[in-house]
Every structure is written in structure tokens, then in C-alpha cells.
């Protein structure tokens, strides 16, 4: 089956959605607004229980199918935050909050799910129920483990659970997945170097530099991908920020270093935070100097469980064909806060093909309209597959 019929009469209603929401950006949890449209829509469209506050500010919605002998609840989710960016887009619709923007297509995101939403309330030609999720604080506020501690898998009894990604650079409406690390987990890391201050002139030997010891832990931190890592494996350090000094002519008593930790195996995640920590503390002690380590886990890995992956692969192939679909793509060093819905449950997550334009998280990132059908599409047909009435 292509696009569902109802779905592409649908589509610019869900454009409107989408630029509303684009327009009035919210960040992290703050999204109200935008939730309680969500919840209006939902409520319209005649879902059975439409709740909010579920993880601060998500919504949830159900949505029972014609029969329920299947037993079966499957879970659909959407994110609805964007990001503290200053739009430089030129869209007619451009974000009217100075510093915020949608520059990352949650916009698209929900307006798709709520898309789905209204077919499915509407024709409620499945076996089973539908719980459809519209999640705050993606970008950074872990809102998908903020729902899941306040009962999301629990209350409404999800089995699985599923999400979706635009993909700018990915052909239009082709869609990716694969079993297993599909996302890197994101870890912050942060150090800071004591020394002993003193002239940079007339007494450097009786100062420890504390910006040469920082120099040498940010290089020798990179030897834990070139030494410590198996080569058939994937991480990233990047260390992104380096501040310390008042003048030309002081060396300062302390340093402060801090970055970005990517691994698509746990494992390997272990193994690098153990690893920062020792080369850290010996590189500040060799020059004297003492080092504190600070290591934060902020998402997991997101894990696509293999029957679930080859579910959501077989749903887009028959949305937009098989050679639009890849099952076995390879992962990105990118991150989602989904991976914690996906420590809860089976289920899968998957990208959605935008065409050419800007990345995520560029101030003139545009997100393309023209795939809002086929990822409604997608969220219908997958419960229509996986709970058949007949």
C-alpha cells in the first residue's frame, strides 16, 4: 500500500499543525503550548483518554480499535521540544521567539503523530490499542526517561513501542532502520585541573601550569580511541571547551575542560569512562598538579530490538516500497532520548528521508512537509499490520 488516501487528504491540516508549532517554539519541558494543543486535538479527534502531565508535560492519548481480542497495546511516539537557536531559515512561518526555533523537526514529529491520531480515531480498523505519545525535552532534558518513571509502559500497559526521525541528506521518504545500536549513547564529561598560580614571567617554575596539564590530558585522552579501543568498535571524545586565565601574565591556579563522549556499545562505554578518569588523574599528577573528574551519562544507547526492527521495516516497505527502505543501515554518532523507552520495552526506531537541506540543529534548518504523509502513513499502517481485525 502507498500513502493511505485519508492520510494525504490530511496533509494540509498537518502542515498547518506543523507551522503553529514552528512559530511558537518551547524548550525542554516548557512546552505547554504546544501540549495543550496536543491535547485539545486529541480530545477532538475522540481518542477514548487524552492525559497530560505524564513526565512533566507529555500527553498521552488512546485509542482502542475496533476489537480488542488481540490483547495487544502498541505505543507511538513523538517529541515536541526545539532548541535555543536564533532562526535564520526565512520562512514565512519562522519562529516568532527571539533564541528558540524548531531546528529539529519535532514540529513535523508531532504534527505527523497527530495526523496518524485522527485517522486512527477515526476508522479504528485494528485489533488492540494505540497509545500515542508526544514527549517533552528531547534535546537534552531526558523527557523520554521522565515518562517512562511516571508510568508511561505501566499505566497503559505498552508491549511496544515505537519512534520516528527525519533524516535530512536521506533521499525524500525513504525510510532506515536496523536491528540492534542504530544511536550512540551521549555522556558529558568534565575535568578540572589544579595547579599553583604564579607569575608566567618571572616564576614559571615555582607555578604549576595548570593550562599545560589541561593541554596535555585533551591530547591524551584521544589515545583511548586510538589505543584502548577495539578498531571494529565506535567512540568519540571530543573535548569542546577549554577555560582558564584572567591575563597574559598569570598562570592560573585551575582549568576547566569539559566535552561530548559517544559509544554504541555499553561495554565500550565503561571502558572509556574508566579510562578518562585514570589518564586524567596521571597526567595531572606527573606535572604536579592534582585533576577532578566529573562524568555524567546522559542517554543510553538507542537498541532497536531485531523482531521489532524488521516489524517497522516491513510497515515502511509497504508505505513506500522496498527499494525506499533500508534495513540495515549503519548507525550514527548522534543521540536520542528514545534509547530509555527502548530499555523498557521492544520496539524500534526509524529515520525518515527529508531530501537535500540544512542538518538538524543548523539555525537554517528547514524541515519538508512533503514527507508528513508518509510518516503518518507509517505510524497508521503499523498498527493496522501488527493488530489486523481479521
Same mark, same amino acid.
Given at each position: 500500500?502507498?500513502?493511505?488516501?485519508?492520510?494525504?487528504?490530511?496533509?494540509?491540516?498537518?502542515?498547518?499543525?506543523?507551522?503553529?508549532?514552528?512559530?511558537?517554539?518551547?524548550?525542554?519541558?516548557?512546552?505547554?503550548?504546544?501540549?495543550?494543543?496536543?491535547?485539545?486535538?486529541?480530545?477532538?479527534?475522540?481518542? !477514548?483518554?487524552?492525559? $497530560?502531565?505524564? %513526565?512533566?508535560?507529555? /500527553?498521552? @492519548? *488512546?485509542?482502542?480499535?475496533?476489537?480488542?481480542?488481540? =490483547?495487544?497495546?502498541?505505543?507511538?511516539?513523538?517529541?515536541?521540544?526545539?532548541?535555543?537557536?536564533?532562526?535564520?531559515?526565512?520562512?514565512?512561518?519562522?519562529?516568532?521567539?527571539?533564541?528558540?526555533?524548531?531546528?529539529?523537526?519535532?514540529?513535523?514529529?508531532?504534527?505527523?503523530?497527530?495526523?496518524?491520531?485522527?485517522?486512527?480515531?477515526?476508522?479504528?480498523?485494528?485489533?488492540?490499542?494505540?497509545?500515542?505519545?508526544?514527549?517533552?525535552?528531547?534535546?537534552?532534558?531526558?523527557?523520554?526517561?521522565?515518562?517512562?518513571? !511516571?508510568?508511561?509502559? $505501566?499505566?497503559? %500497559?505498552?508491549?511496544? /513501542?515505537? @519512534? *520516528?526521525?527525519?533524516?535530512?541528506?536521506?533521499?525524500? =521518504?525513504?525510510?532506515?532502520?536496523?536491528?540492534?545500536?542504530?544511536?550512540?549513547?551521549?555522556?558529558?564529561?568534565?575535568?578540572?585541573?589544579?595547579?599553583?598560580?604564579?607569575?608566567?614571567?618571572?616564576?614559571?617554575?615555582?607555578?604549576?601550569?595548570?593550562?599545560?596539564?589541561?593541554?596535555?590530558?585533551?591530547?591524551?585522552?584521544?589515545?583511548?580511541?586510538?589505543?584502548?579501543?577495539?578498531?571494529?568498535?565506535?567512540?568519540?571524545?571530543?573535548?569542546?571547551?577549554?577555560?582558564?586565565?584572567?591575563?597574559?601574565?598569570?598562570?592560573?591556579?585551575?582549568?576547566?575542560?569539559? %566535552?561530548?563522549?559517544?559509544?554504541?556499545?555499553?561495554?565500550?562505554?565503561?571502558?572509556?569512562?574508566?579510562?578518562?578518569?585514570?589518564?586524567?588523574?596521571?597526567?595531572?599528577?606527573?606535572?604536579?598538579?592534582?585533576?577532578?573528574?566529573?562524568?555524567?551519562?546522559?542517554?543510553?544507547?538507542?537498541?532497536?530490538?531485531?523482531?521489532?526492527?524488521?516489524?517497522?521495516?516491513?510497515?515502511?516497505?509497504?508505505?513506500?516500497?522496498?527499494?525506499?527502505?533500508?534495513?540495515?543501515?549503519?548507525?550514527?554518532?548522534?543521540?536520542?532520548?528514545?534509547?530509555?523507552?527502548?530499555?523498557?520495552?521492544?520496539?524500534?526506531?526509524?529515520?525518515?528521508?527529508?531530501?537535500?537541506?540544512?542538518?538538524?540543529?543548523?539555525?537554517?534548518?528547514?524541515?519538508?512537509?512533503?514527507?508528513?504523509?508518509?510518516?503518518?502513513?507509517?505510524?497508521?499502517?503499523?498498527?493496522?499490520?501488527?493488530?489486523?481485525?481479521?
Amino acid at each position: 500500500m502507498p500513502i493511505v488516501n485519508r492520510v494525504a487528504a490530511l496533509s494540509d491540516e498537518m502542515a498547518a499543525w506543523r507551522h503553529d508549532f514552528h512559530e511558537n517554539p518551547e524548550l525542554l519541558y516548557e512546552v505547554h503550548r504546544t501540549a495543550g494543543i496536543v491535547a485539545d486535538r486529541l480530545r477532538e479527534f475522540g481518542c !477514548d483518554e487524552v492525559v $497530560t502531565g505524564i %513526565g512533566r508535560t507529555g /500527553v498521552v @492519548g *488512546l485509542i482502542r480499535g475496533r476489537k480488542s481480542t488481540s =490483547g495487544k497495546t502498541i505505543g507511538l511516539r513523538a517529541d515536541m521540544d526545539a532548541l535555543p537557536i536564533e532562526e535564520t531559515s526565512g520562512v514565512s512561518y519562522a519562529s516568532k521567539v527571539p533564541g528558540k526555533m524548531h531546528a529539529c523537526g519535532h514540529d513535523g514529529h508531532t504534527a505527523m503523530l497527530l495526523g496518524a491520531a485522527k485517522y486512527l480515531a477515526e476508522t479504528r480498523n485494528f485489533d488492540g490499542t494505540a497509545v500515542v505519545i508526544f514527549q517533552p525535552a528531547e534535546e537534552g532534558g531526558a523527557g523520554g526517561k521522565a515518562m517512562v518513571d !511516571d508510568g508511561l509502559m $505501566t499505566r497503559w %500497559g505498552i508491549q511496544e /513501542v515505537y @519512534g *520516528l526521525h527525519n533524516m535530512p541528506g536521506m533521499p525524500e =521518504g525513504h525510510f532506515a532502520t536496523t536491528p540492534g545500536a542504530m544511536l550512540a549513547s551521549s555522556d558529558k564529561v568534565e575535568i578540572t585541573v589544579h595547579g599553583k598560580g604564579g607569575h608566567a614571567g618571572a616564576g614559571p617554575h615555582r607555578a604549576v601550569d595548570s593550562v599545560l596539564i589541561g593541554s596535555q590530558i585533551v591530547n591524551a585522552l584521544q589515545s583511548i580511541v586510538a589505543r584502548n579501543i577495539d578498531p571494529l568498535k565506535s567512540a568519540v571524545i571530543s573535548i569542546t571547551m577549554f577555560q582558564a586565565g584572567t591575563a597574559f601574565n598569570i598562570i592560573p591556579e585551575t582549568a576547566k575542560l569539559g %566535552g561530548t563522549v559517544r559509544t554504541l556499545d555499553p561495554q565500550i562505554r565503561d571502558l572509556v569512562e574508566r579510562r578518562i578518569g585514570e589518564l586524567a588523574d596521571s597526567v595531572a599528577r606527573a606535572y604536579g598538579g592534582s585533576a577532578e573528574i566529573k562524568y555524567t551519562r546522559m542517554y543510553p544507547v538507542t537498541v532497536n530490538h531485531a523482531r521489532e526492527a524488521g516489524v517497522a521495516a516491513e510497515v515502511a516497505r509497504d508505505v513506500v516500497g522496498v527499494d525506499r527502505v533500508d534495513e540495515r543501515v549503519v548507525p550514527l554518532m548522534g543521540s536520542e532520548d528514545f534509547a530509555f523507552m527502548l530499555e523498557a520495552r521492544p520496539g524500534a526506531f526509524v529515520f525518515l528521508g527529508m531530501g537535500d537541506g540544512n542538518e538538524c540543529h543548523h539555525p537554517a534548518y528547514t524541515f519538508n512537509d512533503n514527507i508528513l504523509g508518509h510518516g503518518a502513513s507509517y505510524w497508521v499502517r503499523l498498527v493496522e499490520k501488527s493488530m489486523p481485525t481479521g
